[in-house]
T-cell receptor
Framework: EDKVVQSPLSLVVHEGDTVTLNCSYE??????LLWYKQEKKAPTFLFML????IEKKSGRLSSILDKKELSSILNITATQTGDSAIYLC?????????FGQGTRLTINP | NAGVTQTPKFQVLKTGQSMTLQCAQD?????MYWYRQDPGMGLRLIYY???????DKGEVPNGYNVSRLNKREFSLRLESAAPSQTSVYFC???????????FGPGTRLLVL
């Protein structure tokens, strides 16, 4: 059965800290790994990773995929209160996305 | 740009009642999905439609039916609602079965 596991489930840090969120996957016919940010409503897309070892970057956020370890990390540097959200990792198989439980990140001022 | 729209935004049902959640996308996407989100469980796929005219079960299909009415619209029906179906329901679409999915704003459903 396809599975995606995220850790930690919850994280509280101070503004300015750097955080690393983890995602491991077991998916048949792996195609890609995606990260989403969910604030109050719908998840919004952050990154899609298909190749191992190539970092994707957007401002203070970056992510990398390790196909050998079946895992990915999402880094956020110099965190801001606006980064507070649930971060979802999802792995794409043949047709479907399988989501992890999410990491709830809280940034305190 | 509307993107993915869902109606209603919020609904309260009594056990045993039926209802249909509506979803529409204006991005000419082939694939559409229905998920439910419960605390601590992430998003779980209920049903999906890889293309117009096809539907397939996801991880948690029991108690639900779907209709891909046309390329734009994908509805989710609860025939006899149960308290276990209290959840937030998201519809999503993607150009093909692969890649980024675009989510609607969600429908919050409470079954008493």
């Amino acid at each position: 059965e396809d599975k995606v596991v995220q850790s930690p489930l919850s994280l509280v840090v101070h503004e300015g800290d750097t955080v690393t969120l983890n995602c491991s996957y077991e998916v048949t016919n792996f195609r890609s790994l995606l990260w989403y940010k969910q604030e109050k409503k719908a998840p919004t897309f952050l990154f899609m990773l298909t190749s191992s070892g190539i970092e994707k970057k957007s401002g203070r956020l970056s992510s990398i995929l390790d196909k050998k370890e079946l895992s990915s990390i999402l880094n956020i540097t110099a965190t801001q209160t606006g980064d507070s959200a649930i971060y979802l990792c999802a792995s794409q198989g043949a047709q479907k996305l399988v989501f992890g439980q999410g990491t709830r990140l809280t940034i305190n001022p | 740009n509307a993107g993915v729209t869902q109606t209603p935004k919020f609904q309260v049902l009594k056990t045993g009642q039926s209802m249909t959640l509506q979803c529409a996308q204006d991005m000419n996407h082939n694939s559409m999905y229905w998920y439910r989100q419960d605390p601590g469980m992430g998003l779980r796929l209920i049903y999906y439609s890889a293309s117009e005219g096809t539907t397939d079960k996801g991880e948690v299909p029991n108690g639900y039916n779907v209709s891909r009415l046309n390329k734009r619209e994908f509805s989710l029906r609860l025939e006899s609602a149960a308290p276990s179906q209290t959840s937030v329901y998201f519809c999503a679409s993607s150009p093909e079965g692969l890649g980024t999915q675009y989510f609607g704003p969600g429908t919050r459903l409470l079954v008493l």
